[in-house]
């Protein structure tokens, strides 16, 4: 399972991984991933203060009353969060927020299927770019004058 300090509870932590992150679709999810800067951040109650104390990734979940009933509901977002427990340590940036919205289809999947597809959309190339730009971008030398 996730650990409570390894989900997604903020509203704006959610709306910032939708709006900029990078989206991709599976057939049962559609999965957002936005890795962080790691640069210190202006204003101290942002996130990426809390990847020292912490670390990622983080997950929240969307799951929607089109995919069932409220026992439904929790038992897909069980599933979910049991998948991305499988899966958490193939992130090449630890500091990512991902979040996961379940189409109705997903209330027949086990967790071991969902794993399989949360990886496959991890190994797409948007995300691997995504990334290897946030790898590059925060591993670049410094030039000191």
Request: net charge positive.
């Amino acid at each position: 399972m996730v650990a409570a300090a390894h989900r997604i509870s903020r509203g704006s932590d959610f709306d910032r991984t939708l709006k900029s992150g990078v989206r991709v679709t599976t057939r049962d999810l559609v999965i957002h991933v936005l890795p962080l800067n790691t640069s210190p951040p202006a204003d101290p109650d942002e996130r990426p203060a809390m990847v020292a104390t912490v670390g990622g990734p983080w997950l929240g979940l969307i799951v929607s009353k089109a995919v069932g009933n409220a026992v439904t509901r929790h038992r897909v977002a069980r599933r979910l969060r049991a998948a991305f427990a499988r899966v958490h340590d193939q992130f090449s940036v630890p500091e990512t927020m991902m979040v996961i919205r379940a189409r109705p289809s997903t209330a027949q999947l086990g967790s071991a299927e969902l794993s399989e597809q949360i990886t496959a959309a991890l190994s797409r190339r948007r995300i691997r770019e995504a990334f290897d730009e946030r790898l590059s971008t925060s591993h670049s030398p410094r030039v000191r004058s």
